[in-house]
């Protein structure tokens, strides 16, 4: 269940709440990552980081503290302390020899399927030239709320370790483990040492969100583990401030919470189950345990369509599946209910006469 001899590729997401101090960015905490993460590279293994913390240190900078709630204000702390934050990982990293590389990311590059290809092999050459790839979320130019799109990074780094087939993703956070009630409101509290699988009493258990500079929480880090288990990746959540934390957990020690994988889907059906849905294809009955049961979707089991999208985007399947959709939602809602034979007849002949193929539908397993 520990025995992470085999994980080669290793993300580590850093929160913010371990990465900062009181007046600011923990310096010594950036280079003692940076140490172990050496010693991770030199055993022959990749290490990809994930790393929050712009906005509290662009705020700093400015020693603004109190206005960072308004979208417009931490976009503007986000570009002042993006830089601040990568210049201390260059600065750490090269210390062990090691280069280190900004990649910023939006949702939307992640829900578009050749933006998220050229990603991956953005990140796979990194990787190929024994580079360090620092994410982050880019939150200065984010069309969505800030914290929404991926909270915190918890849900970024399981998408980065879906995406490059990691082994092993290790949340450092400010708190020990998960714990069947919150250790801060309950003082029986226990923590767990092993998730086998992702309930909803789990998730209900989780809580709510984080604090003033960071926006995830345990409820971010539950969607987190989900993500990364559709991927076959082990999650282990850890206490930051564990003296050697990242080479005790890889070398197998029982530190913090590790989260087992339920399955392992192709890395395309990853995709389609992580990206953001366009709109929903309401399915009657039939339909459903069709798809379900690897067949393909047609429209005479269609009964609604709601939102507005186009043919090759991602659609949800009555909240039970999501499917890249080969109509488009004028199309559907012209061929709802009607026989595949009528589609070529109504579209012309070049349309295809399924909704989705069964190898562009995958069931939601939560």
């Not at 570009?79 to 280069?99: C, D, H, N, V, W």
């Not at 939006?106 to 620092?134: C, D, F, H, M």
């Amino acid at each position: 269940m520990r025995n992470f001899d085999k994980a080669k590729r290793i993300v580590i997401k850093i929160g913010t709440n371990v990465l900062t101090k009181d007046d600011g960015l923990d310096s010594g905490f950036v280079r003692r990552v940076a140490r172990q993460v050496s010693r991770l590279v030199e055993t022959g293994r990749q290490v990809v980081v994930v790393s929050s913390g712009a906005i509290g240190m662009g705020a700093r900078q400015l020693e603004s503290p109190r206005d960072v709630k308004g979208m417009k204000m931490r976009q503007a702390f986000a570009a002042i302390g993006q830089p601040l934050l990568m210049q201390e990982y260059r600065k750490s990293f090269l210390r062990y020899g090691l280069t280190v590389a900004q990649v910023l990311l939006t949702a939307e590059v992640l829900n578009n399927r050749k933006t998220y290809l050229n990603l991956r092999n953005s990140i796979e050459a990194l990787l190929g030239l024994g580079v360090v790839p620092v994410l982050n979320e880019n939150d200065s130019v984010s069309t969505e709320e800030i914290g929404t799109a991926f909270g915190d990074n918890d849900k970024l780094s399981a998408l980065v370790a879906s995406k490059i087939d990691a082994g092993l993703l290790i949340i450092l956070s400010d708190i020990d483990a998960f714990y069947d009630k919150n250790p801060r409101k309950f003082a029986d509290a226990k923590p767990i040492p092993a998730v086998f699988e992702i309930t909803g009493e789990i998730v209900k258990s989780a809580g709510g969100k984080g604090s003033q500079y960071a926006t995830g929480g345990m409820k971010t880090k539950m969607e987190a583990a989900k993500i990364a288990s559709n991927a076959g990746c082990r999650i282990v959540l850890a206490n930051g401030r564990i003296r050697n934390v990242i080479g005790r957990i890889v070398a197998g020690e029982e530190i913090g919470t590790v989260f087992m994988p339920r399955r392992k889907l192709s890395n395309r059906a990853r995709w389609i189950l992580n990206s953001a849905a366009c709109g929903t294809i309401r399915i009657d009955k039939g339909a459903m345990g069709a798809v379900a049961n690897r067949k393909s979707l047609l429209p005479s089991g269609v009964t609604k369509v709601e939102g507005t999208f186009e043919a090759g985007d991602v659609v949800l399947l009555n909240d039970r599946a999501k499917a890249v959709t080969n109509l488009s939602s004028s199309q559907l809602r012209e061929l709802a209910g009607k026989h595949s034979s009528e589609i070529r007849r109504i579209l012309g002949p070049k349309h295809r006469d399924v909704v989705a193929i069964p190898e562009d539908i995958v069931m939601i397993d939560y």
